[in-house]
């Protein structure tokens, strides 16, 4: 069984063992769709049943059944929240998930391979694509995921075909 992560325990929030989240997913509202929270920490995996979620700032807060305190929910700073492939939220047409980008072999509109995909940085404006070179691993090539650089995403073929830009390589 595959997982998705949603978000990352950045803190605890107050000494009853709530939870701030840091949300990694386009829908900080899905967190209101989990009867439960899935934490990975070093390889271990433990499920919790949600007692309630509220949002502040850019944050989801979650009370958990299990953890009722402080000192028990600072076991889980830095906790991968996932959840299992079967709760990932369905896609539109043209959409993906980011996981599915990483390794993507990346090609000119000329059919130039230029490497794969290493690494994503997110930013407030747009994501941008970290793509390992082949012909030169030193020199990584970022493509802002914008309409005038990648020019399509086939996420079946693992193939990404993007607008290079003057000054970009």
């Known amino acids: ?19 701030k989240i840091f949300p990694t997913t386009d829908d900080i509202k899905r967190f209101e769709l989990l009867d439960e929270l899935i934490f990975e920490l070093k390889g271990e995996i433990k499920t919790f049943t949600i007692k309630k979620v509220a949002y502040q700032k850019n944050m ?18 830095e906790a991968s929240v996932i959840i299992p492939d079967e709760k990932a939220l369905p896609l539109e047409e043209d959409e993906y998930y980011v996981r599915d980008i990483y390794d993507m072999n990346v090609y000119t509109a000329n059919g130039d391979f230029l490497g794969k995909v290493d690494d994503i940085y997110f930013t407030a404006a747009n994501d941008v694509y970290v793509v390992k070179r082949d012909d030169n691993p030193k020199n990584d090539i970022l493509i802002p995921a914008v309409k005038e650089c990648v020019l399509n995403i086939d996420v079946k073929s693992n193939k990404m075909t993007v607008n290079i830009l003057k000054g970009m390589i």
């Open 1 to 19: 069984m595959g997982y998705f992560c949603i978000g990352k325990v950045a803190s605890t929030h107050g000494i009853k063992g709530t939870f």
């Open 60 to 77: 989801v807060l979650v009370t958990l059944n299990e953890i009722d305190n402080i000192n028990e929910a600072e076991k889980y700073k």
